[in-house]
């Protein structure tokens, strides 16, 4: 994996690109400094002739990502690789972000996973239960879409010019010069999913990435394709900037619901009552500022030709209480149900089960046709104050919304520590997003100082007595072998450390990568 080649590679993008990279973290800091002073945001004027422009289109869809009607998303664990490659789904998101720690043993493996993938030289036996798992015939696998981590990571492993690279130029440069050509010759290419983005400059970046990087090992121009994540309030204000910066290389925009949260709370932190969410499970893609953001999604995509992918059904199966997949099958039902009637082409799940559900909802919209973009949805207006209109939900936070938001915290970043990014807590796959929607909102909540229905008001205090008991239960519920041998207190003092600070970490996955041992 870390030949000379692909290391010279890597260094090249390393010096090319991360002053760029510097110089946009620090504008993304500038411009919540101009949040926090001005407690709006809007469409931006200066580029008021690329919105009003409609004669330009995304370059249209290579075959691989023409139909994308349920895609699955996970780690690239050899298991998963080869269960996700063979669920059924058209696409299969390869994570080496939100649902992957990143270890060294885990960056690396997932690429050498990938590449074994696609050399069709990969098989797994399962040692606790025997079972095998080998890959079904190339023309029944899902297509691979790669995500890098975003930008804000950094790669300690590999330094160059003395410093660390960049995750995300480590990340992508691997996948694509091990993998770029390979991929051409097994009818598809090198395809991406954009993670974090908060801006189109951090758009137009990426794209002279792609430009590089395709003249550099001597593929055409537009082999590339980048679907992005619309999961920070910023970048829902500049959908069709982000489409126009990569638009010889845009394949489309997904709606993150999680990130998407934390990052109001995070851009709005100061902005008083009328910004404080409820428990993240009260606000549901039916919400109407969520639907703001949805519904201009679609028709920002469909106007410019681009492929409107929609939001997670994270709900894993149980083996044992079938009356709680019921009720959770026909929750994913309704969800997809909508998704697929409000014009998006395609949606995600966590769970090879829940793909023939997600199929059904597009089946019956979509029929034999690869997608909707045809479905320009000029019905939808959207006013710069209607995806922030917080406010306009009735739902409160709870008390038990902050046990929760404890309980999940603390489960999720004991097992991010142990290098595990895709964690199932109470029958949901969580993954980074998750921790940081949680502390996020425990932070908020405090500094609000929202009053429970109980009467408590949510402090630090009250946090850390919350967290204390939620350890003591998990104590109890594992038994005191299983709590020593794992990361439980370095869990609860961390999430404690990001959701109680004055000084809010942008990430929590800045300070956990210091804790993260491999």
Known sequence: ML??????????????????????????????????????????????AIRADDSWKVAPAPAALNDRRVEITGPTDRKMTINALNSGARVWLADFEDASAP????????????????????????????????????????TVVMRPRGWHL????????????????????????????????????????????????????WNDIFVFAQDYVGIPQGTVRATVLIETITA?????????ELRDHAAGLNAGRWDYLFSIVKNFRDGGAKFVLPDRNAVTMTAPFMRAY?????????????????????????RKDADVNKVAFEKVKADKDREAGDGFDGSWVAHP????????????????????????????SVAPGDLIAID???????????????????????AWLRGLGAVAIFNLMEDAATAEISRSQIWQWINAGVVFENGKTATPELAREVATEVLAAIR??????????GKWQQAHDLLLHVSLDADYADFLTLPAYEQLVG
């Open 3 to 48: 030949t000379e080649a692909a290391l010279a590679f890597v260094a090249e993008l390393h010096r090319r690109f991360t002053p760029r990279r510097d110089e946009l973290l620090a504008r993304r800091a500038e411009r919540r400094a101009e949040i926090a002073r001005t407690s709006t945001l809007d469409f931006l004027p200066e580029t008021a």
């Open 103 to 142: 270890t060294w043993e885990n960056v690396i493996l997932g690429q050498v996973n990938l590449i074994d993938a696609y050399n069709r030289n990969i098989d797994f036996t399962d040692t606790r239960s025997g079972k095998s798992y080998a890959l079904k015939p190339a023309g029944e696998l899902a």
């Open 154 to 205: 950094e790669e300690r492993h590999l330094t160059f010019d003395g410093r660390p690279v960049p995750g995300a130029l480590v990340d992508f440069g691997l996948y694509f010069f091990h993998n770029a050509q390979r991929l051409i010759d097994l009818g598809k290419g090198p395809y991406f999913y954009l993670p974090k983005t908060e801006s189109h400059l951090e758009a137009r970046l």
């Open 236 to 244: 829902a204000y500049e959908m069709e900037e982000i489409l126009y």
């Open 294 to 318: 949805t519904e201009l999604l679609v028709r920002t995509c469909h106007k410019r030709g681009a492929h409107a992918i929609g939001g997670m059904a994270a709900f894993i199966p149980s």
């Open 353 to 380: 089960d829940l793909v023939p559900i997600a199929m059904a909802s597009f089946d019956a919209v979509l029929g034999e046709k690869p997608n909707q973009k045809d479905r320009l949805r000029e019905d939808v």
């Open 392 to 414: 306009s939900l009735d739902a409160r936070p709870t008390y038990d919304g902050l046990v929760s938001a404890v309980q999940v915290g603390i489960r999720y970043i004991e």
């Open 476 to 485: 109890a519920e594992i038994g005191e072998e299983a709590f020593a041998a």
